[in-house]
């Protein structure tokens, strides 16, 4: 069993895991000496891309194995369950804490801070064999890494990201987000994006930040003075074009519950582990993603006529760059590259914060 210190040791440290806009769908509630209880939650009802949960599940499964590392450099084997009787809106998943004679620490462990997301080009340095050996390897037996490296398949991926960002800004839903989750002149931000990590420049984020007023100042923009054209150029073209890879993690058994999307976040966080370990960093791609999710089940993204249509347009596009087959598996889309280390990111919450009291309620 191990002790209360190293147990807050471990959640400071498993704090650090990605979610999708920083939203950090977690809380803990330290049991016993030895066991937290992780209250996950999603944000489906008031977030257009956490179709039917599956970014905070797959959140969830990048904080759990985040916790799994971050306990074998303090000597101890986390391991965890979920447990029965709750919903995949809430799930609470058990995970056990004991310390072990010889564990070993995890390769990835020093990299658990240093993992961030780089909005911006990076070089086109192509990967080494090496790289690839192990950004491969990283995803485990059930999933298949599929890369696109050559120019000509990198332009083909910043195609497909070119038009997906245009539902991206011109849907209302996704409107009610972007305006929630930029922190306006902020370096760092706690539980949110600060303006500076965005990736665009500053006189595109001033004007950003005035037009994301009103959703009538975005319409009028994106209809009659080509609002979308700089935010797409900087956010997409541009950075699809600047990277030495996109790629594809590919469930090899299509997912078919909240496990299965628990079970890719672990994926991609030992994929984004490795790559920040190998040299590189990485940007999630994940707009494709979540439109082929909407597609696949039949669902509406948005009440504007002909998103939709487009939607499902792009789902067909994303089949024929995958394979029909593939694109049902697909999880994860991502670019990587080598950079420097971008000097603005998304913090954490203070742990205090994230921790709940013995009965459930809080935080505190």
Known sequence: MSDRDT??????????????????????????????????????????????????????GALLETLRIAASGHGCVATWALRSGGDDRRPVYEVRVRRAQGVPVDPLFPFIEQRVVQRRPMRTTPLTADQRKALSASVGD????????TFSARAAVARLLWDNARIRLTCPEAFEVHRHVIEWGARFSEDRIPEQAVGVDPLTA???????????????FNKYLMGTLAPRLQLDLLPALGCAAHLCVLARQRPAGMLDYVGAGIAMQRLWLTAHAVGLHLQPEMTPVIFNWYAGA??????????????????GRLGSLLGADAAGGLVVMGRVGVSSPPASRSTRKALAALMLERDGAGPR
Do not use: K
Request: hydrophobic share 45%; net charge negative.
């Open 7 to 60: 147990l807050v040791r471990i959640l400071e440290l498993g704090r650090w895991a990605p979610s999708g806009d920083n939203t950090q769908p977690w809380r803990f509630e330290i049991v016993e000496d030895g066991l937290v209880l992780v209250h996950g939650f999603d944000t489906r009802d008031e977030v257009v891309y956490d179709f039917a949960g599956r970014a905070s599940h797959i959140a969830h």
């Open 206 to 220: 001033r004007l950003m930040r005035w037009v994301m007023r009103s959703w009538e100042r975005v319409d009028f």
């Open 298 to 315: 039949g669902c509406s993204l948005s009440r504007r006529p002909g998103i939709d249509d487009r939607v499902r347009l792009l789902a």
């Open 142 to 149: 059930a999933y298949e890494l599929r890369l696109f490296e």
